[in-house]
């Protein structure tokens, strides 16, 4: 059965994480909103989004959504509400930037993508890595409604079809077609550097397609 979206959880109300909210209000979302810092230094943020917007804790962001979006960067000691997280599918805005991050071996091996190790420190959910190779502005500005002629094209990558279905019935309702790079294994050939990112600015299924064709293992990242 389809997963039933009334409220989305949103962890991380920075670039990414209040335009997503923007874009999930257009489209008649709720959203619960929270950072690290506390729901009280939001309330700016919140009085902007306006009705359907609230901010949370992180815990409560993650138990308030049907889906959650986790639109904060990754890190190693895994600072997300697992227990609340438990069971839904969460969707992973993160690119690995070593200037940011600090390096992580296992990702600057080969050996796993940083959204394996996202899924890994939420065993209970269904991750699926989304919105990574959009700027958050082109949200809105490279949005067009299903059937425009060379409509923007997002990828996903999860190793549950369930959270893929989510996935591209919301890039949909946001303006955006879809291309399945699944598993999460695979989910390095749209990643930063690689031919998918560097067109962020514009591609088309077809060419979102090929350009994840055309990834190859060593480009550096940004
Ligand atoms: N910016 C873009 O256009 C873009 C596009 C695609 C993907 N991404 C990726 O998406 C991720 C977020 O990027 P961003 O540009 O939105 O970053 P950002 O503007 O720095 O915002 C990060 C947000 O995450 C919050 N946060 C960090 N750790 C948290 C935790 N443990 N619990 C709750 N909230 C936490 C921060 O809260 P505080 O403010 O309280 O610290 C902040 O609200 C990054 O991995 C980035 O690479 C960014």
Do not use: C
């Not at 986790?70 to 509400?81: G, K, M």
């Not at 999860?158 to 695979?186: I, K, M, Q």
Request: hydrophobic share 40%.
């Amino acid at each position: 059965m389809s997963t039933v979206v009334k409220t989305i959880g949103i962890i991380g109300a920075g670039e990414v994480g209040s335009q997503i909210a923007r874009a999930a209000l257009k489209v008649g979302y709720d959203v619960v909103l929270a950072n690290s810092r506390g729901p009280e230094t939001l309330t700016a943020l919140i009085d902007e989004l306006g009705p359907g917007a609230r901010a949370a804790t992180a815990a409560a962001a993650a138990a308030a959504g049907d889906i959650v979006v986790v639109a904060a960067p990754l890190t190693l000691d895994n600072n997300l509400p697992v227990d609340e997280l438990a069971g839904k599918i969460v969707l992973d805005t993160n690119n690995y930037m070593a200037w940011r991050d600090g390096h992580y071996p296992m990702v600057d091996s080969g050996e796993k993508t940083e959204h394996e190790l996202r899924q890994e420190h939420l065993p209970h959910s269904k991750v699926a890595k989304a919105f990574t190779h959009i700027q958050a502005p082109r949200l809105f500005l490279s949005a067009s409604p299903a059937g425009t002629p060379r409509r923007h094209a997002l990828s996903v990558s999860s190793d549950f079809p369930e959270a893929v279905e989510v996935v591209t019935r919301l890039y949909d309702e946001f303006g955006f077609d879809t291309v399945d790079n699944s598993p999460l294994s695979e989910s390095w050939r749209s990643g930063p550097g690689q031919p998918a990112w560097n067109a962020h600015a514009h591609q088309t299924r077809e060419e979102l397609a090929a350009n994840l064709a055309a990834a190859k293992h060593g480009i550096p990242r940004p």
